[in-house]
Structures are given as structure tokens and as C-alpha cells.
């Protein structure tokens, strides 16, 4: 199985080496199919499994742990509002505050899978609420996959991106995290990650005049940050000559 045949990112270094779950596979020589890999640039293009990959697909599905079923789900929208002096300009203009939304699923064993989902508040709350907790309850959390192909096809006539998508998002995290309950075992882990940590980086750098820029991300740097994130898509000259001062900044080697 070519590379170019498969998601560049998620699917293929999570199921080590293998596609990500299609629509259908059949056949004891190969099945075309559809990629559904949410978010990924391939999701919904056909992609051909060979037979090897079909014989190796038990080795996708990992065991469940403890048996749980979802009893309801709490959706709980936040905001916090900043002091004034602390507001900043962003792509929509000047920002005072910040929204999330977080969910909670609860299952009858007494386990609380936690999500969140960065989106329109209200939306967010009336998909899950009215529309997926429906035909969620009663159902293995632990079953990811068949439970984000089953929102998926059930949002679909509406979704497909945005606000919906995001939606799934914040439970498929929810379902993750039971899962990795059930098991005792963190998320990186059951994904397939060798490593505890990993290197963080400094979002931040929005949309200040470009000397501001340079000083934030300096800062970034003297508190042991070795990268850092620029908001980008302002203007063409805004843009080279914010990453050029960054660039410089940071010094080589960040």
C-alpha cells in the first residue's frame, strides 16, 4: 500500500502503518473505499486496502476494558471575560473574553468521559443535546469508532464541517477518554505513543503591530519555550515582515 494512498497525518502513524477506517471493506484481494478520517484533506476520497491491510484489521481494534454503557450527557458552555486592559485584537477584532464548551458523558459504571469543543456555544449545545445524546445513551462509549460513524452519518445532511464536526470532536474526546479509563491506560498510549511528554509550544503572537511582535516572542523564548506559533493572513507585507522580525528574534536554533 502506497503512502499516497493514505491520510499523511493521524491514521497513518496511529494505526501504525495501516489506513484509517473506511465506509465498507470487503474481498479477500482488496476493496476500494472511503477514507473518513475527519478533518483529513483525504476524508471522503477512495482509497484502495489491499489484502494484507484487510487481514490486519484486527489489530486496529483495541480491546475495550470494562464493559460501560452511556447513561446522559451534561454540555456545560463556558466564558470567561477578561479584565479590560488584558483584551487583544485577533482575526475578528478586538477580543474580551473566550468561550468553550464542555462536555461530560457519564456512563452507569460511574466513569465521566471529558471533551470540550471550541465553536458557537448555543450550536454546539443543541447537536449533542437534541440530536446525538438521543442515540447515544445506552451505548458502549468505548465503541469510538462505530460511535463517530454513527454521529457522523446522522449530522451529515447538515454538517460534514463546522460547528457539527466540532460537535463530534468534544465527544469522540469524551469516548477516548472512557476508553482509556476502562483500560487504565492514558490516551498516548493506547494511540500507540512511545514518549510521556512532548515539547510544547507558545501560542500566542497575535495580531500586534510587528516591533510588539518581535518582543513577545523573545519573552517566549527567555521562559524556555523553543517555538512559538504566529497568527497569520492579515496582509501580504504584514505577514512577511512579522515572520522575518520573528524569525530574528528567536535566534537560531528555535
Given at each position: 500500500i502506497g503512502n499516497?494512498?493514505?491520510c499523511p497525518r493521524w491514521c497513518w502513524t496511529a494505526n501504525r502503518g495501516f489506513p484509517a477506517p473506511a465506509?465498507?471493506?470487503s474481498g479477500r484481494r482488496g476493496h476500494v473505499a472511503r477514507h473518513r478520517h475527519p478533518g483529513c484533506r483525504r476524508a471522503g476520497q477512495r482509497v484502495y486496502w489491499g489484502a494484507r491491510a484487510i487481514q490486519a484489521l484486527d489489530l486496529l481494534v483495541l480491546p475495550k476494558g470494562e464493559p460501560m454503557r452511556i447513561d446522559h450527557i451534561?454540555?456545560?458552555n463556558l466564558r470567561f471575560d477578561y479584565p479590560p486592559e488584558k483584551a487583544f485584537m485577533c482575526a475578528g477584532g478586538?477580543?474580551?473574553?473566550?468561550?468553550t464548551t464542555l462536555i461530560q458523558v457519564?456512563?452507569?459504571?460511574g466513569h465521566v468521559g471529558l471533551g470540550?469543543?471550541?465553536?458557537y456555544p448555543a450550536l454546539v449545545y443543541l447537536i449533542i443535546k437534541q440530536q446525538l445524546e438521543p442515540l447515544l445513551i445506552g451505548e458502549d462509549p468505548t465503541d469510538v469508532e462505530a460511535l463517530w460513524t454513527r454521529m457522523y452519518r446522522t449530522t451529515r445532511w447538515y454538517g460534514r464541517k463546522g460547528v457539527a464536526m466540532s460537535a463530534l470532536g468534544g465527544l469522540d474526546t469524551a469516548f477516548w477518554d472512557l476508553r482509556g479509563k476502562a483500560m487504565g491506560k492514558p490516551i498516548w498510549q493506547l494511540l500507540g505513543g512511545e514518549r510521556t511528554t512532548c515539547a510544547a509550544y507558545a501560542s500566542a503572537l497575535l495580531w500586534k503591530e510587528i516591533p510588539a511582535l518581535a518582543r513577545e516572542a523573545e519573552g517566549h523564548i527567555a521562559k524556555g519555550f523553543r517555538r512559538v506559533k504566529l497568527r497569520m493572513a492579515r496582509s501580504e507585507e504584514y505577514d512577511m515582515g512579522a515572520v522575518l522580525a520573528v524569525r530574528k528574534a528567536i535566534g537560531a536554533g528555535n
Open positions: 499516497s494512498s493514505l465506509t465498507s471493506v451534561e454540555v456545560s478586538r477580543c474580551g473574553a473566550r468561550v457519564y456512563t452507569d459504571s470540550s469543543v471550541y465553536s
